[in-house]
């Protein structure tokens, strides 16, 4: 509970401080990955810089949720957001990429509590006919971070140094930290439980199996080689541990009941599906823009920014209309939006104008806001609030799942017809051959990019398109299914001052 409306409003500055922080973290870093590297050596190992981070997040994220619905949000949400500060802190002083892949799975720790049980918050404070509202603002702010996100980082990189994408952390943090310790008291009433120890045991090593495998696999290791089938197996293992655990366990981390709700099941299949395609775009459009537009860095991070503002909007208006109609119907706008913009992003090519570029961004982003905004909302619809924490932390889990499995499958696919493309377009050369015409990674650098000869440019950057267009319209199946998965929501919406809680049965 909070007490004044000024207090009330102070909380939601703090959450949204802290989800904006949280969710930023990732893609501000990568941006700076390069001059990271070059400054403290460890380019075998940088891939760990982001595993670390995100096999903590991911771990993270459901154990806390459950932990906040047994003691309380706001201890854990103060512990996550003081751990987070102490390892951006930390990996701002970083002397060797070793020193700094352990202070991030100390940020990751941290930032694993932030955003479900922020999320959580808000509909443990707000009435129904309110958390629209507030979600979509949440939502808004979370789709604004990932895409300001490299903007940031590669103008903190250029302009400052490269440990203030870290540093810059700690003072946005601290205010986030003394708006919730001031302001928000939450009820001394809490759900007592027994921890679920082997449970939270076999997901932490479930995933961190899966993750290494995914980041080491056809980078360190050959797909086959006995390492990368090694980590698969351990992950499908500890899954099915894990799995067989929380069917039994009086108090699971994960409540396999809540999957019974057709609501339930489909917003998490949807947080999946959206997080899995959504992530290719903020990846490849930069890359597109540099190399085939032949944009610099930073101009990539701008184009960025209709997505964002597509997205904040989507988010906004699922958060306004939640009370006026069904999930469903909101999703299906959202769905058809989103179809539409990754279809015609597939068409796109070197003779495509920023214009047409830009507004098939927006549409894709606006497609895309809708989920940030309904799929918590939908996934808390009528629960008890004793469950509000695991199930929110659940959806992001999978969000977060889905946005990894994501990346390197789509990037999989990318590589593979780039490569290809490449190898037809120099058919009967070799790659010494090929060098002596020009560097592909040359196109990423304006200055660089005039020094490869006409033809030999056009056919690297027509390779280059045709990769990533490529990867757009393979990015449409899973959006195909989202739509199934959509018409299955059924007519749940949200009512005011009608809650009705479920339980397990």
């Not at 299949?269 to 992530?279: C, D």
């Not at 610099?296 to 964002?308: C, H, I, Q, W």
């Not at 959806?395 to 499958?409: A, D, E, V």
């Not at 290809?420 to 060098?435: H, I, P, Q, T, Y």
Request: aromatic share 14%; net charge positive; proline share 4%.
């Amino acid at each position: 509970m909070v007490g004044k409306e000024s207090n009330l409003k102070l909380v939601v500055a703090g959450l949204l401080l802290g989800i904006f922080m949280a969710a930023m973290d990732n893609t501000i870093v990568a941006t700076a990955m390069g001059t990271i590297v070059a400054d403290l050596g460890g380019f075998d190992k940088f891939v760990w810089v982001t595993s670390a981070y995100m096999v903590a997040v991911m771990a993270g994220m459901p154990i806390f949720g459950k932990l906040s619905d047994m003691y309380g949000r706001k201890r854990f949400f103060i512990f996550g957001l003081a751990l987070f500060l102490i390892g951006s802190a930390l990996c701002g002083i970083a002397q060797t990429i070793e020193q700094l892949s352990v202070f991030r799975a100390i940020q990751g720790i941290g930032g694993g509590a932030l955003m479900p049980i922020a999320f959580t918050i808000v509909f443990d404070v707000f009435p129904p006919e309110k958390r629209g509202k507030m979600t979509g603002l949440l939502g808004a702010v979370f789709g604004l971070s990932s895409v300001l996100g490299p903007l940031l980082g590669a103008y903190i990189t250029d302009l400052i140094s490269w440990h203030w994408v870290f540093y810059i952390n700690v003072p946005i943090g601290i205010v986030s930290l003394f708006l919730i310790v001031k302001y928000y008291k939450e009820s001394p009433q809490h759900l007592q439980q027994k921890i679920d120890w082997w449970g939270a045991i076999t997901l932490v090593v479930a995933v961190v199996s899966l993750m290494f495998g995914l980041e080491l696999g056809g980078k360190e290791y050959e797909w086959n080689s006995i390492q990368i089938i090694s980590l698969f197996t351990i992950f499908g293992l500890f899954f099915v541990f894990f799995f067989y655990i929380e069917t039994r366990a009086k108090d699971p981390i994960i409540s396999f009941w809540m999957f019974k709700n057709r609501l339930f099941a489909t917003s998490q299949i949807l947080a999946f599906l959206y997080g899995a395609t959504f992530v290719i775009l903020a990846v490849f459009i930069p890359i597109f823009v540099q190399a085939v537009y032949g944009g610099s860095a930073k101009s990539a991070g701008f184009v960025l920014t209709p997505m964002m503002l597509g997205s904040v909007a989507g988010s906004a208006i699922g958060g306004i209309f939640q009370t006026k109609t069904t999930y469903r119907n909101l999703m299906i706008i959202s769905v058809i939006s989103y179809f539409i913009g990754m279809f015609l992003l597939s068409g796109i090519g070197p003779e495509t104008s920023r214009l047409i570029l830009t507004i098939y961004m927006i549409i894709v982003g606006f497609g895309m806001g809708f989920s940030f905004s309904l799929l918590p909302s939908a996934t808390i619809h009528k629960l008890d609030p004793r469950y509000r924490g695991s199930a929110n932390s659940t959806n992001s889990f999978l969000r977060s799942l889905g946005m990894t499995l994501g990346i390197t499958i789509f990037g999989t696919i990318q590589n593979k017809v780039f490569t290809n493309d490449l190898k037809e377009a120099f058919k009967g050369m070799d790659s010494g051959g090929m060098m002596s015409f020009g560097n592909p990674q040359q196109i990423f650098e304006p200055g660089q990019r005039t020094q490869i000869p006409g033809f030999v440019l056009d056919k690297i950057v027509a390779a280059m398109s045709h990769s990533i267009t490529y990867t757009f319209f393979v990015a449409l199946f899973p959006i195909v299914i989202s739509a199934v998965a959509v018409f299955l929501m059924g007519n749940a919406r949200v009512e005011i001052n009608k809650e009705i809680t479920n339980e397990p049965s």
